[in-house]
Nanobody
Framework: VQLVESGGGVVQPGGSLRLSCQASGRSISAYAMGWFRQFPGKEREIVTGINKSGAGTYYTDSVKGRFTISRDNARNLVYLQMNSLKPEDTAVYYC???????????????WGQGTQVTVSS
């Protein structure tokens, strides 16, 4: 599975961005999907995950109520809608695919190249 993220950029605090993850090679319907982020000098951390059907989701506490993950299995797309962005959300965001939903990066087998999100006035 090849994953390509898009939609990152620079936004002011309080603004919104929508990240997209386009998969190719295999249908994402066979995979749990996740969004991770990485701060400079830190390991990747889970932001949100969604199970194969889309019925189950997980959010890290710092993004609950602000971020929403969704998936379109027919189009092989996964989205991350980010609202009320804060400077501390600034990071490289990665899309990932794995066989089971989980919060550990080691549980995901396929990764995108990442997209930079910068929240700054």
């Amino acid at each position: 599975v090849q994953l390509v993220e898009s939609g990152g950029g620079v936004v002011q605090p309080g603004g919104s961005l929508r990240l997209s993850c386009q998969a190719s090679g295999r249908s994402i319907s066979a995979y749990a999907m996740g969004w991770f982020r990485q701060f400079p000098g830190k390991e990747r951390e889970i932001v949100t995950g969604i199970n194969k059907s889309g019925a189950g989701t997980y959010y890290t506490d710092s993004v609950k109520g602000r971020f929403t993950i969704s998936r379109d299995n027919a189009r092989n797309l996964v989205y991350l809608q980010m609202n009320s962005l804060k400077p501390e959300d600034t990071a490289v965001y990665y899309c990932a695919a794995g066989l089971v939903t989980g919060s550990l990066a080691s549980g995901y087998r396929y990764w995108g190249q990442g997209t930079q999100v910068t929240v700054s006035s």
